[in-house]
């Protein structure tokens, strides 16, 4: 099982030591550092930062968001900064959710989910593979676009530039199993929220056979303490913010998964707490034990007994969320 640092996307500000952690991961034999991106800062920038100064640790995004640009513009994203890295890119790809999309990015959330994903791949496929000018007549990506509020102008194009790699990695968020079982089928590495090696039927059957080669990249706070409880409180933070206020009380996919995994009562809670207001009585209704399977926390012991239970199942990288230079050492060491 391969290592991965996931830092995350900046909060206030930027982290002052992302680009120390990142040398150290590299230094440990970590595979690969990532970013994401919410309605702030935005996830390729702060990577590039990380490329110019490591030199061999792979470098992806988990996630950068599709509405956020179209196909063809985050193709040139991840072929721009694979050839500046040498090589290293992993493209990580989430639809995110209706309020992040229409609220932020001001376009309509999908009709159809499945269908604006597939469409986004096979775009970016195109880009990469640059086999000719790229072409779709896609419901939400159409190449050149013919809709009737354009000037009819529009010319089929290939990219000036030659990618570096025409089979880059593309890899996708997907928490539904429909979803899931499409990233099996379309993509090259899925990027699982909450993992609980004791409970992989969440996702559905998708994931039974997987194709040689697919990456399992599933993120998990990483935190060596001595007292497990308040070790997981900065899980259970995230979890309340997630389940709470990530997504609309009708439609939050990350609540929906949480009910998936045999918490549905409290994930309804939660929700009720955080839109009521009441902020930290969500974080605090969030289950310990629904924090502990989805992280590794607690003394050295403890995780090294843990860590056995995500090398048994599919799992091919584990991305360690937040750790401190010490938690991402032990990791490195328990793994060797």
């Known amino acids: 099982m391969r290592l991965g640092l996931a830092l995350g996307y900046w909060g206030r500000g930027p982290s002052p030591d992302q680009v120390e952690l990142a040398r150290e991961a590299e230094r440990l034999g970590y595979d690969s550092v990532w970013t994401a991106e919410s309605w702030g800062s935005d996830a390729f920038t702060p990577l590039t930062w990380i490329a110019a100064r490591t030199s061999t640790i792979r470098l992806g995004t988990a996630v950068a968001q ?154 998990a706070r990483v935190k060596v303490c001595d007292d497990v409880s308040e070790g997981l409180l900065a899980v259970k933070a995230m979890l309340g913010f997630y389940i709470g206020g990530m997504g609309h009380a009708t439609r939050n996919f990350h609540a929906d998964l949480m009910a998936r995994m045999g918490y549905e009562e409290e994930a309804r809670h939660i929700q009720d707490l955080f839109l009521a207001g009441r902020r930290e009585e969500a974080v605090l209704a969030v289950p310990d034990a629904f924090a502990d399977e989805i992280s590794l926390v607690g003394p050295r012991e403890r995780i090294a007994e843990r860590l056995e239970s995500w090398r048994k199942g599919p799992v091919t990288d584990l991305l360690a969320v937040a750790p401190d230079q010490t938690s991402l050492r032990v990791l490195a060491e328990l793994n060797s």
């Not at 513009?73 to 999309?101: E, I």
């Not at 013919?146 to 025409?166: E, F, V």
């Not at 880059?168 to 539904?176: F, I, K, R």
């Not at 090259?188 to 609980?196: E, F, K, V």
């Open 66 to 219: 599709m509405a956020a640009r179209s196909p063809t513009t985050t193709a040139m994203h991840a072929l721009t900064l694979d050839h500046l890295s040498g090589g290293r890119m992993m493209l990580g790809l989430g639809l995110s959710g209706p309020q992040v999309v229409e609220g932020w990015y001001g376009r309509p959330f999908p009709g159809s989910p499945l269908t604006a994903t597939r469409e986004y791949v096979d775009v970016v496929r195109q880009v990469l593979r640059r086999q000719g000018p790229v072409e779709t007549d896609g419901r939400f990506h159409p190449l050149p676009y013919r809709g009737p509020d354009g000037t009819g102008l529009g010319r089929a194009l290939k990219s000036i530039t030659h990618p570096l790699r025409p089979d880059l990695p593309v890899l996708l968020g997907a928490e539904g199993p429909r979803n899931v079982a499409q990233t099996v089928r379309i993509a090259d590495g899925w990027l699982p929220l909450y993992w609980s090696p004791s409970r992989p039927d969440a996702y559905g059957p998708g994931i039974e056979e997987l194709p040689e080669g697919f990456r399992v990249a599933p993120m």
